[in-house]
């Protein structure tokens, strides 16, 4: 059974066109992250939460957001998407900080 | 602060040969350290991890790492490579002192041949 769920796989938005991706997960994890990983790169994390604890990495552009409405969903809104933001963004939690993190598998974002 | 460095972009093994992709990292407290697998657009899978306790950690699929606190190493091993451990591979590193941020190194990219 699936426990982190990533909807949609593939998504293609426009230039400058509002993006919503989500993350659902089965495990009851506290923590949930988002990470944008670009051509096999190395993971890169956007924020995470802990419970209701929103963490924003200094470097995380303004133009990434991100909800959790409740303990089983997150949501990462990209405001107005440039070229730059196409990448793969993985959806991971863990139940403390010093857990193993498990990921989603992914979604595929494409800007035209 | 932390880091990890995985020196080798690539490693090629023959299958049936043992296999070594290298790990080292840098943490100021004591270390949490993972590995994680990567295949063709999909999310990281994870493999092992060592917290405290024996060196030697034992994970998924035959996989094993062996922590060496005075080399800051953390090498994932495995006995006997198959074409099916082809993928890419991460370590990560968390400091005990440094809550919600793991640091992934470049990764690895296994090709075993047959």
């Known amino acids: 059974d699936a426990m982190v769920i990533q909807n949609p796989r593939y998504q293609v938005t426009q230039f400058g066109k509002p993006v919503t991706l989500s993350c659902s997960q089965t495990l009851n994890h506290n923590v949930m992250y988002w990470y944008q990983q670009k051509s096999s790169q190395a993971p890169k994390l956007l924020f995470h939460?802990?419970?209701?604890?929103?963490?924003n990495e200094a470097d995380t552009p303004d133009n990434f957001q991100s909800r959790r409405p409740n303990t089983s969903f997150c949501f990462l809104d990209i405001r107005s998407p440039g070229l730059g933001d196409a990448a793969m963004y993985l959806c991971?939690?863990?139940?403390?900080?010093?857990?193993?993190?498990?990921f989603g598998p992914g979604t595929r974002l494409t800007v035209l | 602060a932390q880091s990890v460095a995985q020196p080798e972009d690539q490693v090629n093994v023959a299958e049936g040969n043992p296999l070594t992709v290298k790990c080292t990292y840098s943490v100021s407290g004591n270390p949490y350290l993972f590995w994680y697998v990567q295949y063709p657009n999909r999310g990281l899978q994870f493999l092992l991890k060592y917290i405290t306790g024996d060196n030697l950690v034992k994970g998924s699929y035959g996989f094993e790492a062996e922590f060496n606190k005075s080399q800051t190493s953390f090498h994932l091993k495995k006995p006997s490579a198959l074409v099916s451990d082809s993928a890419l591979y991460f370590c990560a590193v968390r400091d005990d002192g440094n809550a919600g941020k793991s640091t992934f190194g470049d990764g690895t990219t296994l090709t075993v041949k047959p």
């Open positions: 939460y802990y419970d209701k604890d929103f963490n």
């Open positions: 991971a939690t863990s139940r403390g900080f010093t857990d193993t993190q498990y």
